[in-house]
């Protein structure tokens, strides 16, 4: 079946040591977003690829990175987590502007 | 400022009655709307959507009702089943600016009981 994998699916890192997340389609999609969702919110979009073209949003702070080195796969970066950023971090595709697929997610704890 | 609301956190319904679950948006040029259903620590799962050039949109047990001059959407079950007790987001596209952002709302969370 074609879909959106996280992994791993639970992440615990400490304080201020980097962490990386990593998310692959089968879609093959062109567009891949990656959102922070914390509890009893609404997931929140951190920054997206459009193909290979860079999309950040304007409140994502520089701790948050990505990376996509092919179609396939996508990466999330944190340099330094804090204990704020302690979420669930969702991997999401889509085929341009059409609907998005999410993965399972990946449960970050900041210890 | 929520430019998509969500305004009831939680809903309880009986098994096989209707479900109903609203959403307003404040934003006039969004123009395609989704719904999610999303279980716990699970990611959000595409249920249905709607373009602003129809009225209703309908899948199996979900139909999705777009009411533009009032700015309102609902997505209605029937009839309920408990295996549709999650959290269901409503979300929208801004198509003045980046359409590939969606817009979200805080969710529904619903309880389906046998």
């Known amino acids: 079946d074609a879909m959106v994998i996280q992994n791993p699916r639970y992440q615990v890192t400490q304080f201020g040591k980097p962490v990386t997340l990593s998310c692959s389609q089968t879609?093959?999609?062109?567009?891949m977003y990656w959102y922070q969702q914390k509890s009893s919110q609404a997931p929140k979009l951190l920054f997206h690829y459009y193909d290979k073209d860079f999309n950040n949003e304007a409140d994502t702070p520089d701790n948050f990175q990505s990376r996509r080195p092919n179609t396939s796969f996508c990466f999330l970066d944190i340099r330094s987590p804090g204990l704020g950023d302690a979420a669930m971090y969702l991997c999401?595709?889509?085929?341009?502007?059409?609907?998005?697929?999410f993965g399972p997610g990946t449960r970050l704890t900041v210890l | 400022d929520q430019q998509v609301k969500q305004n009831s956190p939680s809903l309880s319904v009986q098994e096989g009655r209707i479900s109903i679950l609203n959403c307003d948006y404040t934003?006039?040029?969004?123009?395609?709307f989704l719904w999610y259903k999303k279980y716990p620590a699970e990611g959000p799962t595409f249920l249905i959507s709607?373009?602003?050039i129809k009225d209703k949109n309908e899948d199996g047990r979900f139909t999705v009702f777009l009411n533009k001059s009032a700015k309102h959407l609902s997505l209605h079950i029937v009839p309920s089943q408990p295996g549709d007790s999650a959290v269901y987001f409503c979300?929208?596209?801004?198509?003045?600016?980046?359409?590939?952002?969606?817009?979200w709302g805080l969710g529904t969370s619903l309880a389906v009981n046998p």
């Open positions: 999401a595709t889509s085929r341009g502007s059409n609907e998005q697929f």
């Open positions: 934003n006039s040029m969004f123009d395609y």
């Open positions: 879609l093959n999609h062109n567009v």
């Open positions: 979300a929208a596209k801004d198509n003045a600016g980046n359409n590939r952002k969606l817009i």
């Open positions: 709607i373009s602003s």
